[in-house]
């Protein structure tokens, strides 16, 4: 496997992650009593993330740990994509 190959692997691993966060806040912002509509949550899903920090900062005092575990990957995975178009120029 190339260098490129496993940038990749990775990327696609982290957006898995992220989305998979997405999730898990959707869950707990609609158990929470506010309607999540799933078809739209590609659009609003900057919402469903504020929800879930308010929702977190009234229980605890602080930001809920899935936020970092939604924000962090997607950033990750962003910094391995330029890396590979890099690598794939200069190739």
Same mark, same amino acid.
């Given at each position: 496997?190339?260098?490129? *190959?496993?940038?990749? &692997?990775?990327?696609?691993?982290? +957006?898995? $992650?992220?989305?998979?966060?997405?999730? #898990?806040?959707?869950?707990?912002?609609?158990?929470?009593? +506010?309607?999540?509509?799933?078809? @739209? +949550?590609?659009?609003? &899903? &900057?919402?469903?993330?504020?929800?879930?920090? *308010? #929702?977190?900062?009234?229980?605890?005092?602080?930001?809920?740990? #899935?936020?970092?575990?939604?924000?962090?990957?997607?950033?990750?995975? @962003?910094? #391995?994509?330029?890396? $590979?178009? +890099?690598?794939?120029?200069?190739?």
């Amino acid at each position: 496997m190339a260098v490129r *190959d496993i940038l990749m &692997f990775i990327a696609l691993a982290c +957006i898995v $992650w992220s989305v998979t966060a997405l999730m #898990l806040i959707s869950g707990k912002v609609s158990r929470s009593g +506010i309607r999540v509509r799933f078809l @739209l +949550i590609t659009i609003l &899903f &900057f919402r469903y993330i504020s929800v879930y920090e *308010d #929702l977190t900062r009234k229980e605890t005092g602080k930001t809920g740990p #899935l936020v970092y575990h939604f924000a962090i990957p997607l950033w990750i995975a @962003l910094i #391995l994509v330029i890396i $590979w178009i +890099i690598l794939s120029i200069f190739a």
